[in-house]
């Protein structure tokens, strides 16, 4: 039987608590270690017979597990995969994976020199409806774009979660807390992920504003434009501070019809036909389980993530322009709440035109920053 650990058994790491905790009682794993640096939180408790630790290293020397869940803060992924890796396990990486090109491609080449594997927690990509939503694609005639938009509200407590909420970087490392690439990063990686389906090759040019509607140091609300090889451009527009909720939703406007995918809700509309639930989606630990005893392909190996670290460091690269701090004049303030008056239509006007608010005369808006992206 597979042995898993978890590294960073607090916060999110709870529900994969849970999960495992599930295949456990299924009989498919054993849950043999937990590891978090605070006192672990007693919801799920913790079965009787799992240890826990407070350094992953010792839970690594100690226990020997097969497969790895990190669910640590993004900017320590890389050291603790590394060590893991080195220990001989198997891992399923929390989103985003690391964040720099140069930690993806040590972090490959550690994979391939073990000859260990690496499943990245998007899990949106294991869903059926996402497997539809892809094969639909090539049908629809010339594709203009890909778009992905999310109106999410967050309040001054989910500042407030951890010591690197809304920072940029902590003890010199970058910190990837920003809208674009941590909390509305499946709606990212969707997007990108339906760009390389059509075979549009690499990402080559990012064009993006950046906003921010309280004093923190990455962005709540983000417009972004990537150029791809083939000419294809993927749309991002996404605000975390939104008026009405819009879950997520990717895309596809082609010549001879459209598609569209909220991704979370794994509901979906092909051309002719209105947005269904489309049920079914294959877990990722399950998947990488099964990749382990009979080689099934993964689902999300850490090389079908590549374009979506190249994005993440033009976005997060210290040259990179801070977000810009919309005044009073533009947000409304509401206890712990801040919200942008008319943000949803401009979302909804930007995966429309693929034009950025600055293009599209919204009197607050600054200067879009370009960026070439490197080849990888």
């Given at each position: 039987?597979?042995?898993v650990?978890l590294?960073g058994a607090n916060g999110h790491?709870?529900?994969?608590?849970?999960h495992?905790?599930?295949l456990a009682?299924?009989?498919?794993?054993?849950l043999g270690?937990?590891?978090d640096?605070r006192p672990?939180?007693p919801?799920?408790?913790?079965?009787?017979g799992?240890?826990?630790?407070?350094?992953?290293?010792?839970?690594?020397?100690?226990?020997a597990?097969?497969?790895?869940?990190?669910?640590?803060p993004?900017?320590?992924?890389?050291?603790?995969?590394?060590?893991a890796?080195a220990?001989?396990?198997?891992l399923?990486?929390?989103?985003?994976?690391v964040?720099s090109?140069?930690a993806h491609?040590t972090?490959t080449a550690a994979?391939?020199?073990?000859?260990?594997?690496?499943?990245?927690g998007?899990?949106?990509?294991?869903?059926v409806?996402w497997?539809r939503?892809?094969?639909?694609?090539?049908g629809?005639?010339t594709i203009?774009g890909?778009t992905?938009?999310?109106?999410?509200?967050?309040d001054?407590l989910?500042?407030?979660r951890?010591p690197?909420?809304?920072k940029?970087v902590v003890?010199?490392?970058?910190v990837?807390d920003?809208?674009?690439v941590?909390?509305l990063a499946h709606?990212v990686m969707?997007?990108?992920?339906?760009?390389?389906?059509?075979?549009?090759?690499?990402p080559?040019?990012?064009v993006a504003e950046?906003?921010r509607v309280?004093?923190?140091?990455?962005?709540?609300?983000?417009?972004?434009?990537?150029?791809?090889?083939?000419?294809?451009?993927?749309m991002i527009?996404?605000?975390l501070a939104?008026?009405e909720?819009?879950a997520?939703e990717?895309g596809a406007?082609?010549?001879t019809?459209s598609a569209?995918?909220?991704y979370?809700?794994d509901r979906?509309?092909l051309?002719?036909h209105?947005?269904i639930?489309?049920p079914?989606?294959?877990?990722?630990?399950?998947?990488l389980l099964?990749?382990?005893?009979?080689?099934?392909?993964l689902?999300?190996?850490?090389?079908?993530?590549?374009?979506f670290?190249?994005?993440?460091?033009?976005?997060?690269?210290?040259?990179?322009?801070g977000?810009h701090?919309?005044?009073?004049?533009v947000?409304?303030i509401?206890g712990?709440k801040r919200?942008?008056?008319?943000i949803?239509?401009?979302l909804?006007k930007?995966?429309e035109t693929?034009?950025l608010?600055s293009e599209?005369g919204?009197?607050?808006?600054?200067?879009?920053?370009?960026?070439r992206?490197p080849v990888?």
């Amino acid at each position: 039987m597979t042995d898993v650990a978890l590294i960073g058994a607090n916060g999110h790491g709870r529900w994969h608590r849970r999960h495992i905790g599930e295949l456990a009682a299924a009989g498919r794993v054993r849950l043999g270690a937990l590891s978090d640096i605070r006192p672990l939180e007693p919801d799920p408790p913790v079965p009787a017979g799992v240890r826990t630790f407070t350094d992953h290293r010792d839970l690594l020397a100690e226990t020997a597990p097969d497969v790895v869940v990190i669910c640590t803060p993004p900017h320590t992924h890389l050291p603790i995969a590394l060590d893991a890796i080195a220990a001989g396990c198997d891992l399923l990486l929390e989103k985003p994976p690391v964040a720099s090109v140069a930690a993806h491609r040590t972090l490959t080449a550690a994979l391939s020199s073990a000859g260990r594997s690496c499943q990245v927690g998007f899990q949106a990509l294991g869903s059926v409806a996402w497997q539809r939503f892809r094969d639909a694609l090539p049908g629809l005639g010339t594709i203009d774009g890909i778009t992905a938009t999310a109106s999410w509200q967050r309040d001054d407590l989910y500042y407030a979660r951890a010591p690197w909420a809304g920072k940029r970087v902590v003890g010199g490392r970058a910190v990837v807390d920003g809208a674009l690439v941590n909390p509305l990063a499946h709606a990212v990686m969707q997007a990108l992920a339906g760009a390389r389906a059509l075979g549009a090759g690499q990402p080559r040019q990012l064009v993006a504003e950046r906003y921010r509607v309280r004093p923190i140091e990455v962005e709540d609300t983000a417009f972004a434009r990537i150029t791809f090889d083939s000419g294809l451009q993927v749309m991002i527009a996404v605000t975390l501070a939104g008026e009405e909720f819009v879950a997520g939703e990717i895309g596809a406007r082609g010549s001879t019809g459209s598609a569209l995918l909220e991704y979370p809700t794994d509901r979906l509309a092909l051309p002719g036909h209105e947005l269904i639930e489309v049920p079914g989606r294959t877990d990722l630990l399950t998947n990488l389980l099964d990749h382990r005893e009979h080689g099934t392909p993964l689902l999300v190996p850490l090389e079908d993530t590549a374009d979506f670290t190249v994005v993440l460091e033009a976005l997060t690269a210290p040259d990179a322009p801070g977000p810009h701090l919309l005044d009073d004049g533009v947000v409304v303030i509401e206890g712990p709440k801040r919200t942008i008056p008319g943000i949803n239509a401009l979302l909804r006007k930007a995966v429309e035109t693929l034009a950025l608010p600055s293009e599209s005369g919204v009197p607050w808006a600054v200067r879009p920053f370009t960026q070439r992206l490197p080849v990888t």
